[in-house]
T-cell receptor
C-alpha cells in the first residue's frame, strides 16, 4: 500500500543549482499534482496533469517545469533554484471527484 | 477565482473537550466540494471529512463533524472528545464539482489552523 511516493524527503540546494523532485503513485490515478506549502499560505498548486501526456500550469508555476513521464510518474524540476523556492513540496494524485492522496512531502532549502 | 480563508492561525483545546475550526470560502459556483485535511507533524496530509455542496445534511465522521452553511459560505469543523492525536495543522479546501477543462481537479486550500491539544 505505497500510495504516493516522493523522493527525496529533504534537499538543500545552493542558488542556481538544479534538481528534480520525483513522484510516483501506484493507484492507477489519472490526475497528478504538485503543491508547495509555505507558512501562512496554505498549499498552492504549481502544476498539474489531468491525464498522461498533459500538463497545465497552476497558481504558482514560475521557476518550475514538470514532466508526466507515464501514468505513474510526475516529476517537478527546478532549473535554477532560488531562495524563494524554499518550501515543502507535495505531490498528490486522484481520480475525478475523489479526494486527493498526498505523498509525504519534500522539504527543500535553497541557500 | 475561488478563495478559502481560515481566520484562526492557532487554536487550542483541552483533551476530551470540543473545539471548532472556522473556514469561509468565496465562490460563484453552486456545485462544489469542501474538505478538511489534517497534517500532523509527520507532514502527511490526511483527509478528515468531505462535504458535497448539494447535500444539505452535514457530513460526520466519528468525532469529526462539519457545520456547512451554504448561504453564508461557511464550513466549520467540530472535533468532539478531543484527543492528543488530533494535534495537527488543519486545512480547509474547496473544489469545483463536475471538473473539466482548466479547473480539472484543482483544490484551493486555506492558510491552515494549528491545533494544540492539552492533556
Amino acid at each position: 500500500n505505497a500510495g504516493v511516493t516522493q523522493t527525496p524527503k529533504f534537499q538543500v540546494l545552493k542558488t542556481g543549482q538544479s534538481m528534480t523532485l520525483q513522484c510516483a503513485q501506484d493507484m492507477n490515478h489519472n490526475s497528478m499534482y504538485w503543491y508547495r506549502q509555505d507558512p501562512g499560505m496554505g498549499l498552492r498548486l504549481i502544476y498539474y496533469s489531468a491525464s498522461e501526456g498533459t500538463t497545465d500550469k497552476g497558481e504558482v508555476p514560475n521557476g518550475y517545469n514538470v514532466s508526466r513521464l507515464n501514468k505513474r510518474e510526475f516529476s517537478l524540476r527546478l532549473e535554477s533554484a532560488a531562495p524563494s523556492q524554499t518550501s515543502v513540496y507535495f505531490c498528490a494524485s486522484r481520480e475525478p471527484n475523489s479526494p486527493l492522496h498526498f505523498g509525504n512531502g519534500t522539504r527543500l532549502t535553497v541557500t | 477565482a475561488q478563495t478559502v480563508t481560515q481566520s484562526q492561525p492557532e487554536m487550542s483545546v483541552q483533551e476530551a473537550e470540543t473545539v471548532t475550526l472556522s473556514c469561509t470560502y468565496d465562490t460563484s459556483e453552486s456545485d462544489y466540494y469542501l474538505f478538511w485535511y489534517k497534517q500532523p507533524p509527520s507532514r502527511q496530509m490526511i483527509l478528515v471529512i468531505r462535504q458535497e455542496a448539494y447535500k444539505q445534511q452535514n457530513a460526520t465522521e466519528n468525532r469529526f463533524s462539519v457545520n456547512f452553511q451554504k448561504a453564508a459560505k461557511s464550513f466549520s469543523l467540530k472535533i468532539s472528545d478531543s484527543q492528543l492525536g488530533d494535534a495537527a495543522m488543519y486545512f480547509c479546501a474547496y473544489k469545483r464539482a463536475g471538473a473539466g477543462g482548466t479547473s480539472y481537479g484543482k483544490l484551493t486550500f486555506g492558510q491552515g489552523t494549528i491545533l494544540t491539544v492539552h492533556p
